[in-house]
């Protein structure tokens, strides 16, 4: 039988375009690789910058064998941008991750970030955009398999849910998270390309996709203003090292490999974190009342000159009477710049007055002899004694050490008993008393402290755009930490306010973008969960009025319900005999249990032969299956999951409320089915 010939066959054709896709980015990493850039520097160091933006050109052209290089087709009615003239002709364009074009320059493949794809993600039959048809394509690996059109400006075409996006939505999760590019959904897209000049704010509950929307607009960002991000940098901050290797293969997919990843913990570690608070002294610590008991402490060595100043230069002495000292001191304070600046302005303030009296007395001094009276010893010497340098470390160790100088610089500010909660010296601190900053058992909130006092001696450097995610965990000193990092850029902040499992964890988003310096942000609400089943999230919102009352439950726009069982079991055993019917499926497994159960499960694993990995560990066709400690399972996600002994998870926690958020998590992991086991009657707020 004659195969179909191309030109009749629309599949053949597109899997054509997309091997000549594959082709033309094949010439442009081969034309990268062959750049000669010997003749084109003029010295080593623009020859080293230049070889280092050609090898991130290269590895930003590769082309990944299982990932779809276009995902769709935008046919326009009219060509963009030209006179709609009746009989014009329209333009065709394949919506893909990256540009891609032949040798003549003409475009195969147009960037999603694109404004020409915008299109793709926001018309619909109500507003069709000059789009007469959008198709999508289904793949299998690498491979196009299948295509679906929606013709849009078609009035006779009625409007329907595409199966194809459905199914991309509902693809089983195996290894790290990936992009969203295809299936990005109108209100995520209208979040994705906001501008940078702007901090946006996205509360989303599990599912929601806020995680992919906060990580997407920082690659249309950097599409977008890409010269002024090279040169300002941006970083994405979450909340674990598991977490960021789970998000961590997201942007390079995307071609964007500049992109930093860390942690709060990573920005303030000027020391080595070695030591653990107590709940109570962590949320006095956090509390945004100790930058005003830091500032109090950092200006309180100085102190105002009592002596006049002599500056001997050759045969001349030329004298500064105390009380205009006095009046350089109090300016310096009474301007708004950092403790170490006017530390280093003060020497050219006393310098310049005394030229003032040299070009008085007939002399013509210039700015070398300025500089020169700035060195002098006894200048050096009037500012050391009234504007001493300060160390933000051995700072931060008196005022947690020395109850007489905590008392003084946080009077009016924290009460005596909060006081006595963070000083260590005090019996049942849980610390002795640290002879230096080398020696002291710091905490994650002492670092913390000393990256706010370090700031008050010297501004920290500034980004041109940071993304926080898992923001409703962190503490008001920690967002400040972050929003120093951001005072002249833009912010992307993420969370679910029903997920904060800290006992500092943010009550209102106005509260805490204030804190990050950025009160005027836009906040965004997600409510369309894409990733958790129906019965699951249903289940899990039980505990909403609980945890957080008045926020607007996710509903999950997933036409499959999911696969969800309660099972009272009798032991361990039950749950293992559970992960093993949910392996039998395609797709990732993740076992979630209270984290001092972990050790008991690992050992019913390994025994029953089921190997395991931890969490942020790639799986692979031999193991999928994940043992996630509660503490640690935010942000992740697997296709099923089995949720052990949901009190036990509660009962981890210091209080009900943290426990039953940890438990709302824990819940909301799974993204095709959740079996939850339990010896133990349910948290009653579930039944």
Same mark, same amino acid.
């Given at each position: 039988?004659?195969?179909?010939?191309?030109? !009749?066959? $629309? +599949?053949?054709?597109? &899997?054509?375009?997309?091997?000549?896709?594959? %082709? /033309?980015? *094949? #010439?442009?990493?081969?034309?990268?690789?062959?750049?000669?850039?010997?003749?084109?520097?003029?010295?080593?160091?623009?020859?080293?910058?230049?070889?280092?933006?050609?090898?991130?050109?290269?590895?930003?052209?590769?082309?990944?064998? !299982?990932? $779809? +290089?276009?995902?769709? &087709?935008?046919?326009?009615?009219?060509?963009? %941008? /030209?006179? *709609? #003239?009746?009989?014009?002709?329209?333009?065709?364009?394949?919506?893909?991750?990256?540009?891609?074009?032949?040798?003549?320059?003409?475009?195969?493949?147009?960037?999603?970030?694109?404004?020409?794809?915008?299109?793709?993600?926001?018309?619909?039959?109500?507003?069709?955009?000059?789009?007469?048809?959008?198709?999508?394509?289904?793949?299998?690996?690498? #491979?196009?398999?299948?295509?679906?059109?929606?013709?849009?400006?078609?009035?006779?075409?009625?409007?329907?849910?595409?199966?194809?996006?459905?199914?991309?939505?509902?693809?089983?999760?195996?290894?790290?998270?990936?992009?969203?590019?295809?299936?990005?959904?109108?209100?995520?897209?209208?979040?994705?390309?906001?501008?940078?000049?702007?901090?946006?704010?996205?509360?989303?509950?599990?599912?929601?996709?806020?995680?992919?929307?906060?990580?997407?607009?920082?690659?249309?960002?950097?599409?977008?203003?890409?010269?002024?991000?090279?040169?300002?940098?941006?970083?994405?901050?979450?909340?674990?090292?598991?977490?960021?290797?789970?998000?961590?293969?997201?942007?390079?997919?995307?071609?964007?490999?500049?992109?930093?990843?860390?942690?709060?913990?990573?920005?303030?570690?000027?020391?080595?974190?070695?030591?653990?608070?107590?709940?109570?002294?962590?949320?006095?610590?956090?509390?945004?009342?100790?930058?005003?008991?830091?500032?109090?402490?950092?200006?309180?060595?100085?102190?105002?000159?009592?002596?006049?100043?002599?500056?001997?230069?050759?045969?001349?002495?030329?004298?500064?009477?105390?009380?205009?000292?006095?009046?350089?001191?109090?300016?310096?304070?009474?301007?708004?710049?950092?403790?170490?600046?006017?530390?280093?302005?003060?020497?050219?303030?006393?310098?310049?007055?005394?030229?003032?009296?040299?070009?008085?007395?007939?002399?013509?001094?210039?700015?070398?002899?300025?500089?020169?009276?700035?060195?002098?010893?006894?200048?050096?010497?009037?500012?050391?004694?009234?504007?001493?340098?300060?160390?933000?470390?051995?700072?931060?160790?008196?005022?947690?050490?020395?109850?007489?100088?905590?008392?003084?610089?946080?009077?009016?500010?924290?009460?005596?008993?909060?006081?006595?909660?963070?000083?260590?010296?005090?019996?049942?601190?849980?610390?002795?008393?640290?002879?230096?900053?080398?020696?002291?058992?710091?905490?994650?909130?002492?670092?913390?402290?000393?990256?706010?006092?370090?700031?008050?001696?010297?501004?920290?450097?500034?980004?041109?755009?940071?993304?926080?995610?898992?923001?409703?965990?962190?503490?008001?000193?920690?967002?400040?930490?972050?929003?120093?990092?951001?005072?002249?850029?833009?912010?992307?902040?993420?969370?679910?306010?029903?997920?904060?499992?800290?006992?500092?964890?943010?009550?209102?988003?106005?509260?805490?973008?204030?804190?990050?310096?950025?009160?005027?942000?836009?906040?965004?609400?997600?409510?369309?969960?894409?990733?958790?089943?129906?019965?699951?999230?249903?289940?899990?919102?039980?505990?909403?009025?609980?945890?957080?009352?008045?926020?607007?439950?996710?509903?999950?726009?997933?036409?499959?319900?999911?696969?969800?069982?309660?099972?009272?079991?009798?032991?361990?055993?039950?749950?293992?005999?559970?992960?093993?019917?949910?392996?039998?499926?395609?797709?990732?497994?993740?076992?979630?249990?209270?984290?001092?159960?972990?050790?008991?499960?690992?050992?019913?694993?390994?025994?029953?032969?089921?190997?395991?990995?931890?969490?942020?560990?790639?799986?692979?066709?031999?193991?999928?299956?994940?043992?996630?400690?509660?503490?640690?399972?935010?942000?992740?996600?697997?296709?099923?999951?089995?949720?052990?002994?949901?009190?036990?998870?509660?009962?981890?926690?210091?209080?009900?409320?943290?426990?039953?958020?940890?438990?709302?998590?824990?819940?909301?992991?799974?993204?095709?089915?959740?079996?939850?086991?339990?010896?133990?009657?349910?948290?009653?707020?579930?039944?």
């Amino acid at each position: 039988m004659p195969s179909t010939p191309v030109d !009749d066959d $629309p +599949l053949a054709r597109e &899997r054509a375009h997309l091997a000549s896709s594959r %082709g /033309a980015l *094949r #010439a442009m990493r081969e034309d990268a690789e062959s750049l000669d850039i010997s003749d084109v520097t003029a010295n080593w160091v623009n020859a080293q910058i230049l070889e280092r933006q050609i090898e991130e050109r290269i590895k930003a052209l590769a082309d990944l064998s !299982d990932t $779809p +290089l276009f995902f769709g &087709r935008l046919d326009y009615l009219h060509a963009p %941008g /030209a006179e *709609r #003239a009746e009989g014009a002709e329209g333009e065709q364009f394949y919506i893909g991750r990256r540009h891609v074009h032949d040798g003549d320059g003409d475009p195969m493949v147009i960037d999603w970030r694109a404004p020409v794809s915008q299109p793709f993600y926001r018309a619909s039959k109500k507003d069709p955009m000059d789009v007469g048809l959008r198709r999508r394509f289904g793949y299998t690996g690498g #491979a196009l398999t299948a295509y679906e059109d929606e013709h849009l400006s078609d009035p006779a075409e009625a409007a329907r849910t595409s199966k194809l996006l459905q199914r991309e939505i509902e693809r089983p999760r195996v290894g790290p998270m990936r992009d969203i590019v295809a299936t990005i959904q109108p209100e995520q897209d209208e979040i994705v390309r906001s501008g940078l000049g702007g901090t946006v704010c996205v509360q989303g509950g599990p599912g929601t996709g806020k995680t992919a929307v906060g990580l997407h607009r920082v690659a249309y960002l950097l599409y977008a203003h890409r010269e002024r991000l090279a040169r300002t940098g941006t970083l994405v901050i979450g909340p674990n090292r598991s977490f960021l290797h789970y998000i961590e293969q997201v942007l390079p997919a995307l071609g964007e490999l500049a992109v930093r990843q860390g942690t709060v913990d990573d920005l303030v570690a000027h020391v080595e974190v070695r030591g653990t608070d107590d709940a109570a002294a962590a949320v006095v610590k956090g509390d945004a009342r100790m930058a005003e008991v830091l500032r109090r402490a950092v200006y309180s060595h100085v102190s105002m000159p009592s002596e006049p100043l002599v500056v001997v230069r050759g045969s001349r002495r030329w004298r500064l009477p105390a009380y205009e000292l006095e009046e350089m001191v109090r300016e310096l304070l009474n301007r708004d710049i950092r403790y170490g600046a006017a530390r280093e302005a003060l020497p050219q303030r006393i310098a310049h007055a005394v030229l003032v009296q040299m070009e008085r007395s007939g002399e013509a001094p210039d700015d070398r002899v300025q500089d020169a009276v700035a060195r002098n010893s006894a200048v050096k010497a009037a500012v050391k004694e009234v504007w001493p340098a300060v160390d933000p470390a051995k700072l931060v160790l008196r005022l947690l050490t020395d109850a007489d100088f905590l008392a003084e610089h946080a009077k009016g500010v924290l009460s005596e008993d909060e006081q006595k909660t963070i000083l260590w010296a005090l019996p049942g601190s849980g610390r002795r008393p640290a002879r230096s900053v080398k020696a002291a058992r710091w905490s994650a909130a002492d670092a913390v402290l000393i990256d706010e006092a370090t700031d008050i001696v010297e501004r920290t450097h500034s980004l041109g755009h940071v993304v926080l995610d898992e923001a409703q965990d962190l503490s008001p000193m920690q967002y400040r930490a972050v929003g120093r990092r951001c005072t002249t850029g833009s912010a992307t902040v993420l969370g679910d306010l029903a997920q904060g499992t800290t006992p500092w964890a943010t009550r209102s988003w106005q509260e805490a973008l204030g804190h990050l310096g950025k009160a005027d942000a836009v906040i965004e609400e997600l409510t369309a969960g894409f990733r958790v089943p129906t019965d699951v999230i249903t289940y899990a919102s039980r505990l909403l009025p609980h945890i957080a009352p008045g926020l607007t439950p996710v509903a999950s726009v997933r036409e499959n319900p999911g696969f969800f069982d309660l099972r009272p079991v009798t032991g361990t055993a039950e749950t293992v005999a559970a992960c093993e019917e949910l392996l039998r499926n395609e797709g990732s497994t993740g076992l979630i249990a209270a984290d001092a159960r972990i050790p008991a499960l690992a050992e019913a694993l390994t025994a029953r032969g089921i190997g395991h990995l931890a969490p942020g560990e790639e799986t692979t066709a031999e193991t999928r299956l994940t043992l996630v400690p509660a503490s640690l399972a935010k942000g992740l996600e697997y296709d099923y999951v089995v949720l052990d002994e949901p009190q036990a998870v509660v009962d981890g926690e210091p209080d009900e409320r943290t426990g039953l958020r940890r438990l709302y998590v824990a819940l909301t992991r799974a993204v095709s089915g959740l079996i939850v086991t339990h010896t133990t009657p349910l948290p009653p707020q579930l039944t």
